[in-house]
């Protein structure tokens, strides 16, 4: 049979891109979890997808109702969830000043890493009872919340901190915005809410991967630096960011290359261990990629686990 898989933020860039690229071997159905019903379906048709080899389900991950919502919704469609892809993210380095989901998280955070953090969680369940040989739950990372990496040494640096801001909620109230409860920075935010997604993969494997035989998975699929992620940006970093990354670091890929690298960690059969961040090299051949000290840290991969929790109502 088909397999059927699950991603996020599929209505533009990366997310995009990968359910064309797995919709096109004929062999995935893909459910497009999107915030913007009409974009997502006007982006499919323009890319060129096949009526009937995806399906479109709204998703708006700054809202835990909407996640729950979501999952029913999935559910209800009546097939396998054989793969979950949490891809989508706001990325806000101009903001001055946070803005917040409906539940009062500060967005970034409260999007990239709280947002999946609950449908992962609630979608383990129907991974574990799929009967697709290879089950896989993927959650995107970042080299940039990877200080041991030249990109994540440019300032602001991910730091979580002792997780003080995240233990009260990151409400911008009671607490401050960041995790680490520091001075709002929207840059900053992204770069932390990236190390959660990384260290959620790394805890999901550590507590699930024996029990449940589903791989879990993260990766850098190289600097897309074409995608809306950049949107909220000054039009002079839009305009030079991108020949930047081609001509200088020479880390940049296009969007249909980045989609079928994360194709691969869908559903190639050479990538199916547990608990690995993906890269890329030069040749675009895939490798197992070393996390930075932060972004490894088993303690504090427990921690945001468990503060994460409390925050999504699961504790
Ligand atoms: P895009 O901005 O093109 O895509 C982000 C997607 O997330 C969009 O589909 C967007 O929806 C969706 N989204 C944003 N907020 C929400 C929400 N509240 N609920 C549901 N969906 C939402 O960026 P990219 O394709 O570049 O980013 C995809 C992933 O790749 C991210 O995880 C990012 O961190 C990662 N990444 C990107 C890199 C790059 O160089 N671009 C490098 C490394 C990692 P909408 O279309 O409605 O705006």
Redesign the pocket.
Not at 8 to 16: E, N, V
């Given at each position: 049979r088909k397999g059927t898989a699950v991603i996020?933020?599929?209505?533009?860039?990366?997310?995009?891109a990968t359910a064309k690229a797995l919709a096109e071997t004929g062999k995935w159905h893909v459910v497009m979890?999107?915030?913007?019903f009409l974009?997502?379906s006007r982006a499919a048709k323009a890319a060129g997808m096949e009526k009937g080899s995806y399906t479109i389900v709204h998703?708006?991950?700054?809202s835990l109702d909407s996640v729950r919502q979501f999952v029913g919704n999935v559910r209800r469609l009546g097939m396998p969830v054989d793969v979950v892809v949490c891809?989508?993210?706001?990325?806000q380095p101009t903001a001055k000043q946070p803005s917040f989901t409906a539940d009062g998280f500060e967005m970034s955070v409260g999007?990239?890493h709280l947002?999946h953090f609950l449908l992962a969680r609630e979608l383990l369940a129907d991974l574990t009872s799929s009967d697709y040989p290879s089950k896989r739950l993927i959650i995107?990372?970042?080299?940039?919340g990877n200080t041991n990496t030249l990109a994540g040494n440019v300032p602001p640096k991910a730091n979580l901190g002792d997780l003080r801001g995240l233990a009260s909620g990151l409400d911008g109230v009671s607490s401050s915005a960041m995790i680490d409860g520091g001075e709002f920075d929207g840059a900053k935010a992204y770069k932390d809410s990236?190390v959660c997604n990384m260290l959620t993969m790394q805890e999901f494997h550590r507590r699930y991967h024996g029990e449940t035989g589903v791989t879990f998975a993260s990766l850098?699929?190289?600097?897309?630096?074409t995608?809306?992620?950049?949107?909220e940006h000054v039009p002079l970093f839009r305009l030079l960011f991108p020949p930047f990354q081609k001509y200088i670091t020479k880390g940049y890929v296009s969007?249909e290359e980045a989609g079928k690298r994360l194709a691969q960690v869908v559903s190639d059969p050479s990538l199916t261990k547990s608990g690995v961040y993906w890269s890329w090299n030069n040749n675009s051949a895939s490798f197992e990629n070393q996390l930075s000290e932060e972004a490894s840290d088993p303690e504090k991969a427990k921690k945001v686990w468990e503060l994460s929790e409390k925050l999504v109502g699961l504790a």
């Open positions: 996020t933020g599929a209505s533009s860039g990366l997310g995009l979890g999107c915030r913007d974009k997502a998703l708006d991950l700054a891809n989508a993210a706001v990325y999007v990239n947002g995107v990372g970042s080299i940039t990236k850098y699929p190289g600097c897309i630096a995608t809306g992620l950049f949107r969007e």
